[in-house]
């Protein structure tokens, strides 16, 4: 079957880390880059950051620059989105969605992520 | 970046009757080279990831009813369920794919509901 599977909810406190995972399956991994997409309450959907899961490369949002890394493991056909220096407007759902010709075809179902003291 | 812009922001529809919802970008999505609108529309229900129903702007996503359509070119777009079901009850976005960087901008969404 065809699918992106994430990892869990995560409460963090203000200042911590979050490393979520998107594990690919039913199709070659390196066939398609990868890209996180985050939902805060009410709000619409943020672009991230993306992998070429082929090569490595990735790009970040401007905002992210500093705090954001995308990761990629070929032999676990996973990606990783961890995210520093958390704060409470970071509090959202974050998706990992698979890039067919730069539109999204194949969705994870979210990780919420709660930011909170 | 482009800015995308959806209208309205909610509407409400009888079952069997037409939706309608805008989006508009902030410059043209049209490539010259392909002739391709870099445009997507999404459905979202509650509590779920957002799923794929068009893309280049009028080409439906395989498994995609064919009340759903989309149209337009260039800056303004649309997308049209011809007949509202309950299950189309969802948030609806569009997204450009034109940059590479930042690579896909969402529009605010647009809520349907039944009236």
């Known amino acids: 079957q065809v699918q992106l599977v994430q990892s869990g909810a995560e409460v963090k406190m203000p200042g911590a880390s979050v490393k979520i995972s998107c594990k690919a399956s039913?199709?070659?991994?390196?066939?398609?880059?990868l890209h996180w997409v985050r939902q805060a309450p009410g709000q619409r959907l943020e672009w991230m950051g993306w992998v070429n899961t082929d090569s490595n490369n990735v790009k970040y949002l401007q905002k992210f620059q500093d705090r954001l890394t995308i990761t990629r493991d070929t032999s676990a056909s996973t990606a990783y989105m961890e995210l520093s220096s958390l704060r409470s407007e970071d509090t959202a759902v974050y998706y990992c969605?698979?890039?067919?010709?730069?539109?999204?075809?194949?969705w994870g179902r979210g990780a919420l992520v709660t930011v909170s003291s | 970046d482009i800015v995308m812009t959806q209208s309205p922001d909610s509407l409400a529809v009888s079952l069997g009757e037409r939706a309608t919802i805008n989006c508009k970008s902030s410059q043209s999505v049209l490539y010259g080279r392909d002739n391709k609108n870099y445009l997507a529309w999404y459905q979202q229900k509650p509590g779920q990831p957002p799923k794929l129903l068009i893309y280049?702007?009028?080409t439906r996503e395989s498994g995609v009813p064919d009340r759903f359509s989309g149209s337009g070119s260039g800056t303004d777009f649309t997308l049209t369920i011809s007949s509202l079901q309950a299950e189309d009850v969802a948030v609806y976005y569009c997204q450009q794919y034109y940059n590479t960087f930042p690579a896909g901008t969402f529009g605010q969404g647009t809520k349907v509901e039944i009236k």
């Open positions: 969605a698979r890039d067919r010709e730069r539109y999204f075809d194949l």
């Open positions: 280049w702007a009028s």
């Open positions: 039913g199709y070659p991994f390196t066939t398609y880059s």
